[in-house]
């Protein structure tokens, strides 16, 4: 069908387009990613798997789809220490997705998915895409675009500046990755006692520990990255496609 960029287009062709269209909208953050990776890389990444498989997507489907410019800022409270972070609190978070996703429904729009880049969102936008679907009658859907790189869906983060996200931010945008510095103290994970299955610690005392980003980034590389990216995008061009035809 259409790809539409909502920034790109006027008033009217959204006014035309919404009431049938599927709007995905990026969302991202701004926070610290260790010693060697952008700041931007979570608003990066969610903008390029929700741009590529929205295109790719659009080739397969008889719905419009309307690409929303990414929200460059999540809830990042737990890496302010470091400093190179712009925080939502996860209160502020929710009201500004609730909000924009209010906006869609008065301009028209009816459904709506959430293409999250950054785990301390997970939480936030599960909250807002129910708020939203209650009080302004939207179908929101709300999915994390890493999830489609994982033999399992239903995996968890796969780290937080390390080999994956540099992998993919070397691909898409080699400038933004620096030298990795070498650990000066061993991982924790690789010491301390596993996490019972299926629970989800917060401690902020573990990202010190960890000077800020997980497993291993020394290991990334840009052929790596794009191949997982390619997954990404297949994956979640798969998932819009289908969302044309539920929601």
């Known amino acids: ?3 539409l960029r909502w920034a790109d287009v006027s008033r009217e062709t959204l006014n ?4 049938e269209a599927l709007v995905v909208l990026p969302v991202g953050a701004t926070e610290q990613h260790g010693r060697h990776l952008a700041t931007g890389t979570d608003a990066l ?6 741009e590529r498989a929205a295109e790719l997507a659009a080739g397969r489907v008889n719905r419009t789809l309307v690409l929303a410019p990414v929200l460059p800022f999540g809830a990042s ?8 972070t712009l925080s939502l609190t996860p209160e502020t978070l929710l009201a500004v997705l609730v909000d924009l996703l209010r906006s869609v429904a008065a301009d028209g729009g009816r459904r709506v998915v959430l293409v999250n880049g950054h785990g301390g ?4 936008c599960h909250a807002a895409a129910a708020a939203a679907s209650t009080r302004h009658r939207l179908a929101v859907a709300h999915v994390d675009y890493w999830r489609f790189a994982a033999d399992d869906p239903a995996g968890g983060v796969p ?3 390390g080999e994956f ?12 990755v620096g030298p990795v510095p070498p650990r000066t103290q061993p991982l924790p994970e690789a010491t301390g006692a596993p996490q019972p299955k299926g629970v989800t610690v917060h401690d902020a005392a573990l990202w010190t520990a960890i000077d800020g980003y997980t497993d291993h980034p020394e290991r990334a590389g840009a052929e790596h990255g794009g191949a997982w990216l390619d997954t990404v995008v297949a994956g979640l061009a798969a998932c819009l496609a289908g969302l044309t035809e539920t929601l």
């Open 121 to 124: 969102n997970v939480g936030v």
């Open 165 to 176: 996200e540099t992998s993919l931010v070397a691909a898409v945008r080699p400038h933004a």
């Open 77 to 84: 409270d737990h890496h302010l220490a470091f400093g190179g």
């Open 1 to 3: 069908m259409t790809l």
């Open 16 to 19: 035309e387009a919404l009431p």
């Open 45 to 50: 990444l969610a903008a390029t798997a929700a």
């Open 159 to 161: 780290g937080h500046a």
